[in-house]
């Protein structure tokens, strides 16, 4: 599964997109109210990701054993020092209410800690490249 994310920003806009496979959706952020680019960092959003990747992935690993989830509460934190240091601490909480006994929600939570995607991505630091750079002058 490829998916994609393209920004479009310029003065008082800012369009965020994502596609996965074929199916494509336009996310609300807003721009700076002052300045140029998006108000929320690429630091916020991974933090996001990695809250929404478990939340979502703890309903699919329930689903997979038949538990029924009551509810989900994801909270996550990372640490970053001057601009272009890596984060320095990510960690991540999770709150599950079933109706499965305490052993299986601490088991389901443990499994879909070990098989969430972006958690694992950024445990095992794949590079990134950039493929182009493209410069237009309006000079």
């Not at 990701?49 to 054993?65: G, I, M, P, S």
Request: hydrophobic share 40%; glycine share 6%.
């Amino acid at each position: 599964m490829k998916i994609t994310a393209q920004v479009h920003n310029s003065p008082k806009s800012h369009k965020a997109i994502v596609t996965t496979g074929e199916e494509s959706q336009t996310l609300e952020i807003a721009a700076k109210r002052y300045g140029s680019g998006s108000s929320v960092s690429g630091g916020e959003l991974l933090v996001l990701a990695l809250a929404t990747c478990f939340c979502n992935d703890v309903y699919r690993e329930a689903q997979k054993r038949n538990i029924v989830l009551e509810s989900v509460e994801v909270s996550a934190e990372a640490e970053f020092g001057a601009p272009g240091e890596p984060a320095s601490l990510i960690r991540y909480k999770a709150k599950v209410e079933a109706r499965a006994s305490e052993e299986q929600i601490v088991d389901l939570i443990r499994h879909t800690d070990r098989v969430a995607e972006i958690q694992n991505t950024v445990r095992a630091a794949i590079p990134v490249a950039l493929e182009r750079a493209e410069a237009v002058s309006r000079i």
